[in-house]
């Protein structure tokens, strides 16, 4: 089970971080990834990390504002959001996965999702 928190209201330029925790399984196992989704938009990735915090990606539109770290004694994995846009809009998602990926579908587990705005 995850559980995304952290999302609110921020004015453009802000910052917010987005925690997810994880429970029922040994989360060092998972590749741990966040996805947006903008009303009416599909699902899109952000960031992924690996099992211990290695590796890391991020989507082009988010490089060098948001960062993506874990804490595997805690079972969570975060999301440093900084220098927000309103073009961040979106329901953040949180998801678990077998082996390194950036794509939804191979994302096996999902939190229930946080949302964040932006106001300009």
């Known amino acids: 089970q995850l559980q995304a928190s952290g999302g609110g209201l921020v004015q453009a330029g802000g910052s917010l971080r987005l925690s997810c925790a994880a429970s029922g399984r040994t989360f060092s196992n998972y590749v741990m990834g966040w996805f947006r989704q903008a009303s009416g938009k599909e699902r899109e990735f952000v960031a992924v990390i690996s099992r211990f915090g290695g590796n890391t990606n991020f989507a082009d539109f988010v490089k060098g504002r948001f960062t993506i770290s874990r804490d595997n004694a805690r079972n969570t994995v975060y999301l440093q959001m900084n220098s927000l846009k309103p073009e961040d809009t979106a329901v953040y998602y949180c998801?678990?996965?077998?082996?390194?990926?950036?794509?939804?579908?191979?994302?096996?587990?999902w939190g229930q999702g946080t949302q964040v705005t932006v106001s300009s």
């Open positions: 998801a678990a996965a077998a082996s390194w990926s950036t794509f939804p579908g191979s994302f096996d587990y």
